[in-house]
Nanobody, 120 residues
Framework: QVQLVESGGGLAQPGGSLRLSCAAS????????MSWARQAPGKGLEWVSG????????YYADSVKGRFTISRDNAKNTLYLQMNSLKPEDTALYFC?????????????WGQGTQVTVSS
């Protein structure tokens, strides 16, 4: 069955960096668009970034553009999100998702999430 398992979250200071990973299994990873979304405490789900199947096209929310980089390694069935210049407002539960490459595009599977906390 389809599984998406996120890792790499944790506590970071403002201005710091974290790299999230998402290990995918149970489907042909290289054939699917993938994305990251996040949910901050008390707020709704926010689309963060998406990537095409071979990684040629990437998309970002304005709130993270220039600070976050999405990438993928199809040989390792792994999706990444490099997060630099972190801000307290980046604190959220981050989800890896199959689909949803851009806002409004269908998502059919997502992981359990990994918590990112940005605080001094």
């Amino acid at each position: 069955q389809v599984q998406l398992v996120e890792s790499g979250g944790g506590l970071a200071q403002p201005g710091g960096s974290l790299r999230l990973s998402c290990a995918a299994s149970g489907f042909m990873f290289s054939s699917h668009e993938m994305s990251w979304a996040r949910q901050a405490p008390g707020k709704g789900l926010e689309w963060v970034s998406g990537i095409s199947p071979v990684g040629r096209d990437t998309y970002y929310a304005d709130s993270v553009k220039g600070r976050f980089t999405i990438s993928r390694d199809n040989a390792k069935n792994t999706l990444y999100l490099q997060m630099n210049s972190l801000k307290p407002e980046d604190t959220a539960l981050y989800f890896c998702r199959r689909g949803g490459v851009r806002l409004g595009i269908r998502v059919d599977y997502w992981g359990q999430g990994t918590q990112v906390t940005v605080s001094s």
